[in-house]
């Protein structure tokens, strides 16, 4: 990857803003027995007929013109938050529920975010210019968006101590090793010692691309480098041999607010809701038509034809904002729902990515061991119709790289379905699914390239009708289907995740 090119992330900020959580004031008595007696109850296989490619297809092609609405400010196709592209699939989303009528009630939760862009940058190193040099997310800009120059100097230990700051880093580049505390820790320290800029290196060979969270004024502009490329600099640098570097970074980072999008069906349980949810942004890269274009989509289709159908428990679609960014948006919802509305959701159903090109029909690995119990019973509901259609599927870590997240930290059983990103497809999985063993499963993860022909049809049809048979199956009934409990201290879950979001912060 370039390091000119556009990034955006962002962190969470304490705000005072006031915290809307829907359904609160909704009275779960009169819905309960409000049902329309001339739908008949949702059936899985009617609603999973009604799946079709061509409306998807569609959905699809509309949404990547939505994207379009993001070149003015970003010279490409885009539905990163705070951009055109985004403000137009909420748009999209809203007017679609809208036309439901009085199907759904539908909410907009708002919340703060801080939106960071990297216009342009260059990293010199001597007279090198490091390929895997990378800007991090929420780096601030080098003084007066001009290139600075300096010294590099070696930061002992990783950089977590202002102890580790040698003096002559005041006007020079730091040189910092990653590991042990987060990058933002690193930059304010190098910040504080007086450095122009500063360089986080791998302790492996691959490049870093990472983002300094939550911004601090004394964050210096920031990049990110692979092991290999900082071998050879450090051996010079410990032989007390002189390198200097130019750094320069135009960035902005502000503060913003955007938009989680809530609908729930008018009729149906309120005490017992199946909740499901998608991301409805994407990376400042590119359009995000399979991430998550899919998966919002997805949603869309299926909460349409829903309407046809008659519900026994209320569902509870979400189209999550800033996800790429840390899953801003699902933490937001989940830990701003007090006690009592926390335990109504009987489970949460995650839907990222549903067609990657060179997909495998994934299934998130979530057990009741390590998670609220119900999780398995989810995973188990996938494992059966996959094999009632003769497919096959692989298991994949539930570890906190997308919106269940918090649901899971929140004691809400969780799980759902994915086609992988930019994980490599084996040997096995070839013969199992099809596609290209050595490639991506999506090769345009996070890329300008994620556009309406980086979609498979055939896997986003099958997972699209996965989706609409957990929603028919729970919208009918959870018998069977362990009773919500309340998280008592931490669940297992917590230590075995290793992500939050696609977002690295150490
Ligand atoms: C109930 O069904 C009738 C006939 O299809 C329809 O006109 C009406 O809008 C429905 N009401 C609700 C609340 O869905
Ligand atoms: C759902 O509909 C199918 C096809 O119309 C029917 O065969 C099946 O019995 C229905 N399932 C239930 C549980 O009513
Ligand atoms: C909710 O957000 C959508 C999308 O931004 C917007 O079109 C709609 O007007 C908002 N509705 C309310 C009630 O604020
Ligand atoms: C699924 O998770 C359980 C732990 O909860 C683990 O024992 C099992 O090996 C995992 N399966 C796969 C295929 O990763
Ligand atoms: C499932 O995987 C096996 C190989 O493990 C393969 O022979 C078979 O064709 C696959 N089934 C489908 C439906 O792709
Ligand atoms: C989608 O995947 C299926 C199964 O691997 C394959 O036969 C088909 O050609 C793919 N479609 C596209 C457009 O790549
Ligand atoms: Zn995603």
């Not at 309960?32 to 999973?48: D, G, M, R, Y």
């Not at 930059?187 to 490049?207: L, Q, T």
């Not at 489970?347 to 009741?368: E, H, K, R, V, W």
Request: hydrophobic fraction near 35%.
């Amino acid at each position: 990857m370039g390091v000119s090119s556009k990034l955006a992330f962002c962190a969470t900020i304490a705000s005072a803003a006031a915290i809307q959580i829907p359904f609160l004031s909704v009275p779960s008595q009169s819905r309960v027995e409000a049902t329309n007696e001339t739908k008949p109850l949702v059936n899985s296989s009617e609603i999973q007929d009604l799946i079709s490619g061509d409306r998807l297809l569609a959905r699809a092609k509309k949404l990547f013109e939505i994207a379009k609405l993001g070149e003015e400010e970003y010279n490409h196709p885009t539905r990163v938050i705070g951009s055109a592209g985004h403000l137009g699939t909420l748009s999209y989303i809203y007017e679609q529920i809208l036309q439901l009528g009085d199907y759904y009630s539908i909410s907009n939760q708002s919340f703060p975010a801080v939106s960071g862009n990297v216009f342009e940058s260059r990293l010199v190193i001597g007279n090198q210019v490091p390929k895997s040099a990378a800007p991090m997310g929420l780096t601030p800009a080098t003084k007066d968006k001009e290139p600075v120059h300096g010294k590099l100097v070696l930061v002992e230990n990783e950089g977590c101590q202002s102890t580790d700051f040698p003096e002559e880093v005041a006007g020079s580049v730091a040189f910092i090793k990653r590991g042990t505390c987060p990058f933002g820790t690193k930059s304010e320290n190098a910040g504080r010692a007086g450095a122009i800029a500063a360089i986080v290196y791998n302790y492996e060979k691959d490049p870093v691309q990472g983002t300094l969270g939550t911004p601090s004024p004394y964050h210096v502009a920031s990049f990110g480098l692979s092991g290999e490329e900082a071998e050879p600099i450090i051996k010079r640098l410990k032989q007390g041999k002189y390198v200097d570097a130019i750094a320069y970074i135009d960035a902005e980072v502000k503060s913003i607010l955007t938009v989680n999008i809530i609908a729930q069906t008018t009729e149906g349980d309120t005490e017992n809701v199946v909740m499901l949810g998608a991301h409805s942004d994407s990376v400042a890269e590119g359009p995000g038509i399979n991430d998550d274009g899919s998966g919002s989509l997805s949603l869309l289709e299926v909460a349409t034809q829903l309407t046809k159908y008659s519900v026994n428990n209320a569902v509870r679609f979400a189209w999550w904002a800033g996800e790429e960014e840390g899953l801003l948006g699902s933490d937001y919802y989940v830990y701003a729902l007090p006690e009592e509305e926390n335990k109504k959701i009987r489970l949460f159903m995650d839907y990222d990515m549903m067609g990657s090109p060179n997909f495998a029909y994934q299934i998130y690995n979530a057990t009741n061991a390590l998670n609220p119990e119900g999780s398995e019973e989810l995973r188990d509901l996938y494992i059966a119709w996959y094999e009632e259609q003769g497919l096959n599927y692989t298991f994949i870590p539930f570890d906190g790289r997308s919106d269940y997240d918090g649901f899971i930290r929140n004691g809400i059983p969780g799980g759902g379905i994915a086609t992988g990103a930019e994980g490599i497809k084996t040997k096995k999985e070839q013969e199992q699914f099809g596609g290209k063993a050595g490639d991506w499963y999506d090769p345009c993860y996070h890329q300008l390239c994620d556009d309406v022909g980086n979609v498979n049809m055939t896997a986003w049809v099958v997972n699209t009708k996965l989706i609409a048979h957990s929603v028919a199956t729970y919208a009918r009934s959870f018998k069977g289907f362990p009773k919500r409990a309340l998280l008592t201290g931490t669940n297992e879950y917590e230590s075995q995740t290793k992500y939050h979001g696609p977002i690295l912060f150490f």
